[in-house]
Structures are given as structure tokens and as C-alpha cells.
């Protein structure tokens, strides 16, 4: 069989209505993906380190694209102040970067809009943090061409919003 040669990584959230491929209107073959819950870039991830290290070295990717979703249960998880097991560590990463922006977030009061903030402020602290691993470092010192997107889908009407976030450098 034909090797894969993508020029994107997709780094996405594991709910199954946001389907890379589809929403960027490619084939198979044409987008690595890395998924997990709340689409989150954590330094300590050895997987989603591991993929980021694949698609740059080997793969020679030349756009990572972060995208979350409106409406991420991980996201709204983050904030209702529950007990949920296991994923609780997960979920402190997203409470970090409710801490990072606290007053912005704490002047919205309607429910919804505070999650959807959360939702596109945490895909910009991922970006921020693939901008920071040793593998983008590297790959940039050494002039390879990859830029960072940032983007978040609307599940209800379709749109996959560009946060105007890209980066392709340190």
C-alpha cells in the first residue's frame, strides 16, 4: 500500500461529531490525527508528544491544526465543579486556563457563552503550548515550514471558526 504523506496534523477532541477529514473536506491519507478529550497539548503526554514528534519529523507535516468545539462536555466538565473520576486530572489543564483568564471569563454570566469563551481561549493555550515543545522548536531553528492553526467548530451550524492565532515561528 501507498504511504501516507499529509501535510496537516490534526490535534482535535475525541467527540465523535467532529470529524477531521470531513470538516477540512479531505481524504484519508491526506490528515494525521491525534484526538483526546478537549483536545489538549499537555507537556507530560507522551502519546500526543509522540504524534506532534511523528507528523514533524518523519511525516513533515506543514500546519498542526488545533481545533475544539463548541459546547466541549470536557470544557463545561472543567467548570460545574463536579467529581467525575479519573478525568479530573485531565480536566485540570482546562481549569488552568480559566485561572489564566478569570476576569475576563467571570464578567459572562450567561452559562453557555462562558463555555463557548473556554472553548476557543483553551485551543489558544494549545497552540501556545505546541509552539513551546522541543519538537517545533527544533523543526523552526532548522527553517522547516509549519504553522500552528487554531480553530473552532460549530456543531450546530457547520462553521469551523479560524481563531486568527496561526504562528510559524518561536
Keep these: 500500500s ?3 504523506s499529509p501535510k496537516y496534523l ?6 465523535s461529531r467532529v470529524p477531521a477529514n470531513a470538516l477540512l473536506g479531505m481524504d484519508p491519507g491526506e490528515v494525521f490525527v491525534h484526538r483526546n478529550i478537549a483536545n489538549q497539548v499537555i507537556h507530560t503526554d507522551l502519546n ?4 506532534i514528534q511523528y507528523a514533524v519529523d518523519v511525516l513533515k507535516v506543514q500546519h498542526i ?3 475544539g468545539h463548541y459546547g466541549c462536555g470536557g470544557v463545561s466538565a472543567a467548570l460545574d465543579n463536579k467529581s467525575h473520576g479519573l478525568i479530573d486530572n485531565w480536566l485540570r489543564h482546562i481549569e488552568d486556563v480559566y485561572r489564566f483568564h478569570q476576569e475576563e471569563m467571570d464578567q459572562i454570566t450567561d452559562e453557555k457563552e462562558r463555555i463557548n469563551l473556554l472553548c476557543e481561549l483553551n485551543v489558544i493555550e494549545q ?3 505546541i509552539s513551546k515543545t522541543n519538537t517545533l522548536v527544533n523543526a523552526w531553528k532548522s527553517n522547516q515550514d509549519i ?5 473552532v467548530y460549530n456543531l450546530h451550524d457547520g462553521i469551523l471558526k479560524d481563531l486568527n492565532v496561526s504562528t510559524n515561528s518561536k
Design 48 to 51: 500526543c508528544l509522540s504524534v
Design 127 to 129: 497552540v501556545a503550548n
Design 147 to 151: 504553522t500552528i492553526h487554531g480553530l
Design 10 to 15: 490534526w490535534i482535535g477532541c475525541s467527540d
Design 65 to 67: 491544526i488545533v481545533c
Design 2 to 4: 501507498e504511504q501516507q
